[in-house]
C-alpha cells in the first residue's frame, strides 16, 4: 500500500438530536407540580375537618 499524502481529518459535528438525559421542560412549567400539591393540601384539609382533627381549644 502506498503511504497516504495528506493525514486524514476526522470532523465530528454535534447531533441535532436533543440528548436523552437532558429533560425537556414542560411548556406548564411548575404549574402541574403546584396544582397537585394545592389538591393534596385541600385533601389533607378535608380529611382533617371530617374528622375532628382540629385541636384547637
Known amino acids: 500500500m502506498r ?3 495528506k ?7 454535534p447531533s ?3 440528548k436523552a438525559d437532558t429533560a425537556k421542560p414542560s411548556i406548564w ?4 407540580a403546584d ?3 394545592g389538591l393534596s393540601d385541600q385533601r ?4 382533617a375537618a371530617a374528622t375532628g ?3 384547637r381549644a
Open 7 to 13: 493525514p486524514s481529518i476526522v470532523e465530528r459535528k
Open 16 to 18: 441535532r438530536k436533543p
Open 53 to 55: 382533627g382540629d385541636d
Open 44 to 47: 389533607d384539609i378535608d380529611h
Open 3 to 5: 503511504q497516504q499524502t
Open 35 to 37: 396544582i397537585a400539591q
Open 29 to 32: 412549567g411548575r404549574l402541574d
